[in-house]
């Protein structure tokens, strides 16, 4: 089993930054395919970002490409969300998740997750 608790998120003006953390417990996450997604008031919750056991391979939903940047580390056993240039339509609750194989080298979609934090509150006010 894997716990996963997300921190960073808060209130953020437009154009502003803010950097999520994803500390992961039970296990180490040195062997599991991690990614990020996000829910926003009345919608699904969607794929924003995924990143490779080794780091090596990142891929962004085109809504956040070129703003946001995931990395890890897996020492610290945490996953990180930077994000840069804010938008209002980037309000939601973030989740993080992590594969228990990593068989799929670069899961994008829900079902490809099996281990799932509580969600950060992320508001961006214009």
């Known amino acids: 089993q894997v716990q996963l608790v997300e921190s960073g998120g808060g209130l953020v003006q437009a154009g502003g930054s803010l950097r999520l953390s994803c500390a992961a417990s039970?296990?180490?996450?040195?062997?599991?395919?991690m990614g990020w997604f996000r829910q926003a008031p009345g919608k699904d919750r969607e794929f924003i970002a995924v990143?490779?056991?080794?780091?090596?391979?990142?891929h962004y939903a085109d809504s956040v490409k070129d703003r946001f940047t995931v990395s890890r580390d897996n020492a610290k056993n945490t996953l990180y969300l930077q994000m840069n240039s804010v938008k209002s339509e980037d309000t939601a609750v973030y989740y993080c998740?992590?594969?228990?194989?990593?068989?799929?080298?670069?899961?994008?979609?829900?079902?490809?997750?099996?281990?799932w934090g509580q969600g950060t509150q992320v508001t961006v006010s214009s």
């Open positions: 998740a992590a594969r228990a194989r990593s068989d799929v080298a670069v899961p994008t979609f829900l079902r490809h997750y099996d281990y």
């Open positions: 990143i490779t056991v080794a780091g090596t391979i990142t």
């Open positions: 039970g296990r180490t996450i040195s062997s599991l395919p």
